[in-house]
């Protein structure tokens, strides 16, 4: 097997999910965080739903082990919110195949130099984005699975970072066909919004950003807290303190 597509979903969509699977190749894998799907409603993938929700990089890596298992050489890991034809399926397995063992997508993002915030789009391709990551197999044996205590935001550029740091090519796919709704299941702007890209952009930079650029961000903190309060944005307030206080994973509902 060359390629197989794993389609990540909480709460899912029945209609964007059955979209997807009328284009994608008979063997795709549907991991349901919130366990609300059931086998006959996905006729023709296969469907696996977690004991518990561990987000997109716990979803995404419990298909990526399925894929795996089955001999998969390249996973794609897709939103549900991810439209393609099935031209650009096609087109995108047939791009892989003579691709060198990397990660390759469609939409490319770049990072601020000064505080490693994301860049969507980018001129230049430093991260592929999660609604539609390609990853060959050679990629996972190097550098292992998406960091699960991001839940969600970051932990494709966590990988994609990571993967260049181990000499894998992190490239820009132009492939038409292939679009993202962007619909933000938590609501764009929202206090879980908030809580986790401000939370998980300090983790980010913790793990994986340049020293000075980590000096930066934690002498600047005291700053960044009283900016989140006087914008009213609370959710990244709490955020930042669950990073000082070294809480990750899933935020509760008390946000």
């Given at each position: 097997?060359?390629?197989?597509?794993?389609?990540?979903?909480?709460?899912?969509?029945?209609?964007?999910?059955?979209d997807l699977l009328t284009v994608l190749p008979s063997f795709s894998i549907i991991i349901d965080n919130s366990s609300e799907l059931k086998q006959n409603e996905v006729s023709g993938a296969t469907l696996l739903s977690p004991q518990s929700n561990t987000g997109y990089a716990g979803g995404a890596n419990v298909g990526i082990r399925h894929a795996l298992a089955h001999n998969a050489q390249w996973i794609v890991v897709l939103n549900q919110d991810t439209v393609m034809t099935k031209k650009a399926v096609m087109s995108l397995v047939k791009y892989l195949s003579k691709s060198k063992p990397g990660i390759y997508g469609p939409y490319a993002g770049g990072l601020d130099p000064q505080r490693w915030t994301t860049i969507m789009p980018s001129m230049k391709t430093e991260y592929i984005s999660g609604c539609c990551i390609a990853i060959h197999r050679d990629v996972i044996a190097k550098i292992g699975y998406f960091f699960e205590p991001y839940f969600m935001y970051y932990e494709e550029v966590d990988y994609c970072i990571r993967a260049q740091r181990a000499n894998f090519p992190v490239k820009l796919a132009l492939i038409e066909g292939i679009s993202h709704e962007e619909s933000v299941s938590l609501g764009r702007g929202s206090l879980l919004h908030q809580y986790y890209l401000a939370r998980n952009h300090l983790l980010f930079v913790s793990r994986l950003a340049p020293p000075r650029v980590r000096r930066r961000e934690y002498l600047r903190l005291p700053f960044t807290m009283m900016e989140h309060i006087m914008r009213h944005e609370y959710g990244a307030f709490l955020g930042v303190c669950d990073f000082l206080f070294h809480r990750f994973g899933r935020r509760g509902r008390d946000v």
């Open positions: 097997m060359s390629s197989s597509f794993v389609i990540v979903t909480y709460k899912p969509n029945l209609k964007y999910i059955n």
